[in-house]
Each structure stands twice: as structure tokens, then as C-alpha cells.
């Protein structure tokens, strides 16, 4: 059973990831930003949670999610107990964090970067990889 839970596990984060490229790819904008660069998918917490959202300009900043921009927080995602993801490797800028740009200019990493999902009980691992161009596997 937690092999399974770690199996759908990876398969919704893939997902999550392909939905955050998706709506770059799309240049689905939130009504608030003025002019949207991409969506981030982010390794919240201590890795038992990540999200995804929207980066954008409203007026002269870039903002992304936050309590004065709720509207840019797409979506977290709580993972089962047990489940936690590892920091990405490399390592990102910013951490653990892939951003898909838009009209499809790709992602902010330069070499293929994995995304580790451990069940802590039984040390059972899978990856997902993302390359720079933005291949999801």
C-alpha cells in the first residue's frame, strides 16, 4: 500500500508539473498581472508539500503568490504522510524550484534536473526529471 501511495504520489506531481507548464505554454494570465512571465511548481516546507504559482507584473514589481496576491497561488498540494519530496538536484535558483516560461522559452534550469519522492517507511524512492526545454519524464 505505500508503494502504490508513493506511485500515485509521483504520478500527481508529474501531472502538477505538466499542468504548470501547460497553462505557461497557453499564457494563461491571472486577471490581476499585467504581463505574465511563467509559472513556478515549488518544493514548499520541509517537502511534505509543493505548489504551483503564477509569476507576473502588476504595476512595477513581480510578484508571485502571497497574502497580497492570493489570486497567484494556483494550487498546494498537501503529500500523504510519509511522502516527502527532496531538494532538487542540481540544485536550483531559486531552490527546489522549476519555472516554465512562456510561449514555450522553456524552463529556468540548464541541465536535467531530478525531483527525488521518498516514502520515509520504507526508504522506497522515485524520480522525475525535467530538462531544460522542459521534457517531463
Known amino acids: 500500500a505505500r508503494r502504490q501511495a508513493l506511485t500515485s504520489s ?53 510578484v508571485s503568490c502571497s497574502s497580497l496576491y492570493p489570486t497567484l497561488c494556483i494550487k498546494t498540494v498537501n503529500l500523504p504522510a510519509g511522502t516527502t519530496i527532496g531538494p532538487f538536484s542540481p ?25 527525488t519522492l521518498t516514502q520515509a517507511v520504507t526508504l522506497s524512492t522515485q524520480t522525475i526529471t525535467i530538462s531544460p526545454g522542459g521534457e517531463i519524464r
Not at 529556468?108 to 531530478?114: A, D, L, M
Open 10 to 62: 509521483v504520478r500527481g506531481v508529474r501531472a502538477d508539473l505538466r499542468l504548470a507548464q501547460e497553462m505557461a505554454l497557453a499564457g494563461k494570465r491571472p486577471p490581476v498581472c499585467e504581463f505574465l512571465h511563467g509559472y513556478y511548481f515549488k518544493r514548499l516546507g520541509a517537502g511534505d508539500q509543493y505548489g504551483i504559482e503564477a509569476f507576473c507584473r502588476v504595476g512595477l514589481a513581480n
Open 91 to 115: 540544485a536550483t535558483i531559486p531552490a527546489s524550484t522549476i519555472f516554465f516560461k512562456v510561449l514555450a522559452r522553456g524552463t529556468n534550469v540548464s541541465s536535467t534536473t531530478t525531483i
